[in-house]
């Protein structure tokens, strides 16, 4: 094999390494940023804030070396999918970053308050949860393991749910007058901010199977999308009992 095309090679194994090593730093600062939440700790919040650069620094470079392999070596098929990935998972872990000093943030406002022991308990399962589907979503790009990634979306219902019983909890403390209203902001915005790292978290395991299979999981919204148009369009012409022809096949609707 010619020595370019060795290069070439060994920087897309490089920015597939450098890609599971930004989504390392997020799965350690999940913990991290639930601790110091939890515990009070404004030192621990302060070094999340400001260790928040590192992960901004290697986004862009990882970014800056995906597009100039798309320049120079013109990447096809399983290579250009793979290019194509890594560009938008750093965008996806980046934000999830960013949702943890949003977390550290609100650590230090919520400094000094007196917290529900249920509150802390649903929001320390939570960052758990965030922990474990997070990383399952990179072990599956690491593996390029299309199985593992169609299971995360199933899995990030238990988060989904923690954070209707978080707002849920919150909402009976404040009728006890037990938490003040900007404790509870507080608390109902670090909710939805792990709820959105599940859902970042969903979205590298979508990119993945597109990956490894080709196929992106909202291309099924799309095909119900294209079957409605079709419909509309059919029974604007000869109204709604008129056979469709042409139309995608049928289909089912728990899907995508």
Request: proline fraction near 3%; aromatic fraction near 4%.
């Amino acid at each position: 094999m010619p020595e370019i095309r060795i290069g070439y090679h060994n920087e897309l194994d490089q920015i597939r390494a450098d890609v599971v090593r930004s989504a390392a730093l997020v799965t350690e600062t999940i913990p991290r940023a639930t601790d110091a939440l939890l515990s009070g700790d404004l030192q621990v919040a302060k070094q999340i804030i400001e260790g928040d650069d590192v992960l901004d620094a290697l986004t862009l470079d990882i970014e800056e070396r995906c597009f100039q392999i798309l320049a120079l070596q013109q990447p096809v098929a399983t290579d250009l999918r793979s290019v194509i990935t890594a560009i938008k998972l750093v965008a996806e872990i980046e934000r999830s970053g960013d949702l943890m000093v949003n977390v550290a943030k609100a650590g230090r406002r919520l400094y000094g308050a007196t917290l529900d022991a249920r509150i802390r308990g649903i929001i320390e399962r939570m960052g758990e949860e965030a922990t474990r589907l997070f990383r399952l979503a990179i072990d599956a790009y690491a593996e390029g393991n299309a199985g593992l990634a169609a299971a995360v979306d199933d899995l990030d219902d238990q988060l989904d749910n923690l954070q209707k019983e978080l707002v849920s909890v919150i909402f009976e403390t404040r009728g006890g007058e037990e938490a003040s209203l900007e404790v509870a902001v507080q608390l109902a915005l670090v909710g939805r901010y792990y709820e959105r790292v599940g859902d970042h978290a969903v979205n590298v395991s979508e990119r993945v199977q597109y990956m490894v299979t080709g196929w992106l999981p909202e291309h099924t919204g799309a095909a119900r999308l294209r079957a409605r148009a079709q419909t509309d369009a059919a029974e604007a012409i000869d109204g709604p009992d008129a056979p469709v022809i042409g139309l995608v096949p049928p289909v089912d609707e728990e899907a995508g």
